[in-house]
């Protein structure tokens, strides 16, 4: 097997633990813990592989999260149980947490040692870049259901 390939399955095989962590933390049903845990490992594999693909991280991770967003849909009609059990879960590994933190870290240096404007920069880079990633996890999550509301409903 190629290099490549085995990064994908570790990567596959590391974001499935958060996932289902986070599932074990919110007491789901112990079935559900193994799609849990392959929606985290779906969500990272297809934000990953677009990221190698040269897309940009906010829009690998809207379309990982509608990914999952829509196999989800099918899996809570197939179980009978809600789609947050799954997607909630699956989207752990996506959240943007390093962005987020370097956001922090930037706003704190320039409350300790003044604002320059390379703080500036970076804090408004990485604080803009947390904030897209987490409106694309939330569309991508909302859009597939919203579809199929709009255009499966019974006719009356």
């Known amino acids: 097997m190629s290099d490549i390939l ?3 399955i570790l ?3 590391f974001a499935a633990i958060p996932a289902v962590g986070f599932g074990m933390v919110f007491n789901v049903p112990k079935y559900t813990l ?4 392959m ?3 779906i969500t990272f594999t297809t934000r990953y592989v677009l990221m190698d ?3 940009p991280i906010e829009l690998a991770t809207f379309l990982a999260s509608t990914t999952i ?22 989207i752990i590994p996506l ?12 706003l704190i240096d ?20 947390a904030i897209i990633i987490l409106g694309g996890i939330g569309f991508g999550l909302a859009l597939p259901s919203l579809y199929y509301i709009r255009y499966n409903r019974p006719i009356i």
């Open 6 to 8: 085995i990064q994908y």
């Open 11 to 13: 990567n596959a095989i």
């Open 34 to 37: 193994v799609y849990c845990g």
């Open 39 to 41: 929606g985290g490992a």
């Open 53 to 55: 693909l040269e897309i």
């Open 69 to 90: 967003g829509v196999i989800a849909l099918y899996w809570s009609r197939k179980y009978k149980i809600p789609r947050p059990v799954y997607t909630i879960a699956s």
């Open 95 to 106: 959240l943007p947490g390093t962005f987020a933190f370097t956001a922090m870290i930037n």
């Open 110 to 129: 320039m409350n300790a040692h003044g604002v320059t404007p390379e703080l500036i920069v970076m804090f408004v880079d990485n604080a803009l870049k």
